[in-house]
């Protein structure tokens, strides 16, 4: 297993081509990590972030439960061993346009408020996130308010 996640890193930071840097397989590693990160950040993992982030997974990236839970693994090894969000964000940046980045920002606010609480850890980690996917503060807000009205 943690070859498999070295090896997969390794391909993440080093890509052999430029058609490899938007494989829709980083990219959903990338965004799925992003998730991942909001929901462990309060140091409160819940069932209900849990269940968030999968079916997040599900809706975004047209993927069954398991294959949900084996990307949410995957991810949550990447997390591990990143040092920033950049390594995410940039990949993000050259593969997805800007209503998938603002579907990705709007996930990111279902997870952190599925417990009912949101942290001052997992608002700040959205905000830098959206900064990084160049997501303007109108956009943050919006979707932050959209998330929170509809419960």
Known sequence: MLRKLQEFYNQLLKPESPSEIDSEHQLKLAATALMVEVM????????????????????????????????????????????DYYQFTSLINRGYGREQKLLIIEF????????????????????????????????????????RNTG
């Open 40 to 83: 462990r950040v309060d140091d409160r993992k819940t069932d209900e972030e849990i269940e968030t982030v999968v079916g997040a997974m599900m809706m975004k990236f047209s993927i069954n439960r398991q294959e949900a839970e084996t990307q949410l693994e995957l991810a949550t090894g990447e997390l591990h061993d990143a040092t």
């Open 108 to 147: 990111l606010w279902k997870i952190a408020y599925a417990d009912g609480v949101l942290d001052m850890h997992e608002e700040y980690v959205i905000r830098k996130v959206s900064d990084l996917l160049y997501v303007s503060h109108n956009d943050f807000i919006r979707l932050k308010e959209k998330v």
